[in-house]
């Protein structure tokens, strides 16, 4: 038997709807911004880092898509909601970050074969004003990722957290270049080697949460153990066999397997199980659905009791 929780407030994937807005302007302004300056201040470091922030906006023009999608109700064709387009988006992201990595380290590779002249001074200063600006917005981001629960908002957030590494190394490179002058040129193109080096490093951290839920893997112990809780508190529960919780986009889908008196009535069975249902939803705002087995007690061995 279910019940599914009623919302009475808005969605969470409105919060992450604005923030991914703000993400989208941003970054389209830093592109021009570092693409502008990479190619007039001689620096492939910051082009590369332009290159990072364009996969920005297309990263979040996906995570955008993916959150309204994964905010639909529930429907005929999909009983259970659209929150698996969360983790799908997600993986999108995290592809994107790793095909922005390859395409900086082909076009390094090949500047350092090259030889170039050496950045302009300007390029710092317009890097300086680019790490604080990421920064700023990755701390605003993840704070709203974790917020709404959301591994997709979260990777956005680290999207930009990467940005802000790659701006970082390419400051790096473009000084080294700059103060060793000639025969330092390549200081810029390594910088940008060592940039997609944590694009890769940081694309891997994204993709696996999202591989997990896509997968079904169990939410942390913390909340199995609150519904177990939550369910054995409630009169006339005797015990669990099964507790299972699985994350479905922004909600959690709780299946119990409960143990009763085997000698009271159906009824009662059903009173007692809706009992329990109405707990853990009222517990917890993040769960949306609560799936019942009633089983009498003396059926279930020993060792399943208060699992």
């Known amino acids: 038997m279910t019940a599914q929780k009623i919302k009475t407030v808005s969605h969470p994937a409105a919060k992450g709807l604005k923030s991914t807005l703000i993400s989208i302007m941003v970054s389209i302004g830093l ?16 082009i590369a880092d332009a290159i990072e922030s364009a996969s920005d906006v297309f990263s979040s023009l996906v995570l955008f898509a993916g959150l309204r999608i994964a905010a639909k109700a529930p429907d005929k064709d999909h009983p259970y909601g ?36 050496v950045p302009k001074t300007f390029t710092l200063w317009v890097l300086g004003i680019v790490i604080l600006v990421k920064e700023v917005l990755f701390r605003f981001i993840i704070k709203v ?8 908002v979260k990777a956005d957030a680290w999207h930009h957290r990467s940005d802000a590494i790659t701006s ?29 080096a944590i694009i890769f490093i940081n694309a ?32 006339g529960v005797q015990g669990l066999e099964k507790c299972f919780v699985r994350k479905m986009g922004f909600e959690l889908f709780v299946d119990l397997h409960l143990m009763v008196d085997g000698d009271i009535s159906v009824r009662e069975g059903h009173d007692i199980a809706h009992a329990v249902k109405r707990v853990i939803l009222n517990a917890n705002p993040r769960i949306y659905d609560v799936l019942i087995h009633v089983e009498p007690v003396d059926t279930v061995h020993e060792p399943y009791l208060n699992n």
């Open 82 to 117: 659209h929150g698996k387009a969360e983790p799908l988006a997600t993986t999108i992201i995290a592809l994107t970050m790793t095909a922005a990595g390859v395409l900086i380290v082909v076009e390094s590779i090949r500047n350092i074969i090259t030889p170039h002249a």
């Open 168 to 196: 970082a190394a390419a400051f790096i490179g473009i000084a080294i270049a700059i103060i060793g002058g000639k025969g330092y040129e390549v200081a810029d193109d390594y910088a940008a080697l060592i940039a997609a």
């Open 145 to 152: 990722g974790e917020e709404v629960a959301s591994t997709a």
């Open 31 to 46: 592109v021009v911004i570092k693409g502008t300056a990479g190619i007039l201040g001689n620096s492939y470091a910051l």
């Open 204 to 235: 891997y951290s994204v993709f696996r949460p999202a591989l997990n839920e896509v997968m079904d893997a169990a939410p942390s112990e913390d909340i199995i153990q609150e519904v177990k809780v939550l369910a054995q508190n409630v009169p």
